[in-house]
């Protein structure tokens, strides 16, 4: 499980202003441990990256997590839909990373990610595929594009 909170000071008075005590997350009782702390918003909108995945039977997954103020509780702004995966047993693989966030768009109140995502089958890698993934502010997550992994069409195969 990971906690996070954030906390207000003023005139020497400790207040929390958002809080999230119990999210699930981890794998085997062990929960994420590295965290880098991220601006997600023009408006001074910050919040926690971090990764987190097991393996098991050959079969293997990670998720990129993005914790961050929502309201007076904590979020996760992925839901797990941003991940990495490979299976031993089919041989196809699909590896996603967080480029980078995209502060240039500015106009917006949580910014996009920039993901690079690469594909194998057993018998071919699929070309990689860069991709920005906007924030829904109405959902409060950021939602995956129905296309996001490569295809054998992209690359004219079959």
Sequence with gaps: MVGA????????EQTAIASNASMMMGAFGNAP???????LGASDYWGWQSESGDCHHGECYSNHILLAPYGKDIRDLTAGAIGSSRSDRDGKSIDTKIEAIDSSKNNVRVYPLLLSVSA???????????IAVPFDPKAWKYIMPKDWVPTDQESGGS
């Design 5 to 12: 909170f954030v906390v207000e000071v003023k005139n020497g």
């Design 33 to 39: 441990t590295d965290w880098k702390f991220v601006k």
């Design 120 to 130: 194998e089958t057993k018998d071919r890698k699929l070309p990689p595929k860069n």
